[in-house]
């Protein structure tokens, strides 16, 4: 015994819709290639992809914003030194350019040295130019105030530079947390007369 198969309900001429029931845009393309990029399209639009046209202006536009961000927080000028994170040391500015610093110690002797200053890289040698005058006079004071007996020694040097070292600091003062100056360095000879 089989079973009859159900019946299948007659099927309606196929109607083609109305102007009203059509959708919006351009008719259907009876080529079949054509057909396909197009509904290509219509699914990229639908699945919210950007034309190629468009992708280029939005990634233009992003990296501009994330340069005008970094410009805004002094990335791309100059890096901020919290205190204790030294900034990298820079360049050596030599002090006075003309010629050795000549001074009378404490005692009546002679003492001359060429003086030059380890800058960090957050100084600037052209601002540092105005303040040579108060920075020479500094050095001065200190090898003015010891005596032949204190610059002799090696650890008497060491304590001369370390004051001139505090004064120029002081007169300079910091920049972004940082100190400008980090040594004070004897150059070309260092010489004491009795």
Same mark, same amino acid.
């Given at each position: ?18 102007? !009203? ?18 509904? $290509? !399209? ?8 950007? =034309?190629? =046209?468009? *992708?280029?202006?939005? #990634? ?12 805004? $927080? ?5 890096? @901020?030194?919290?205190?204790? @994170? ?14 050795? #610093?000549? &001074? ?10 060429? #003086?030059?200053?380890? *800058? ?6 052209? !601002?540092?130019? $105005?303040?040579?005058?108060? #920075? !020479? ?24 530079? /370390? ?5 120029i600091q002081q007169i300079l003062g910091p920049v972004d947390g940082s100190p400008?100056? &980090?040594?004070? *360095?004897?150059?070309?000879?260092? &010489?004491?007369? /009795?």
């Amino acid at each position: 015994m089989s079973m009859p198969s159900p019946a299948t309900p007659p099927q309606a001429p196929r109607s083609w819709p109305t102007r !009203e029931q059509r959708p919006a845009g351009p008719a259907p393309a009876s080529d079949p290639k054509a057909a396909k990029g197009k509904s $290509k !399209e219509k699914d990229d639009a639908a699945e919210g992809k950007p =034309k190629k =046209k468009k *992708l280029p202006l939005l #990634i233009g536009a992003v990296v501009l914003l994330a340069l005008i961000g970094f410009k805004e $927080k002094g990335l791309f000028l100059k890096p @901020h030194y919290q205190p204790g @994170h030294p900034a990298p040391d820079g360049v050596v500015y030599p002090l006075p350019t003309t010629s050795p #610093i000549t &001074v009378t110690t404490a005692d009546g002797k002679l003492v001359q040295t060429g #003086i030059a200053l380890q *800058l960090t890289t957050v100084a600037n040698s052209k !601002e540092l130019a $105005k303040d040579e005058p108060a #920075i !020479e006079n500094a050095v001065i004071s200190v090898l003015g105030s010891d005596t032949y007996a204190q610059l002799l020694s090696p650890s008497g040097r060491a304590a001369a530079q /370390q004051a001139m070292l505090a004064r120029i600091q002081q007169i300079l003062g910091p920049v972004d947390g940082s100190p400008q100056v &980090v040594q004070v *360095l004897f150059t070309g000879s260092f &010489v004491l007369q /009795q």
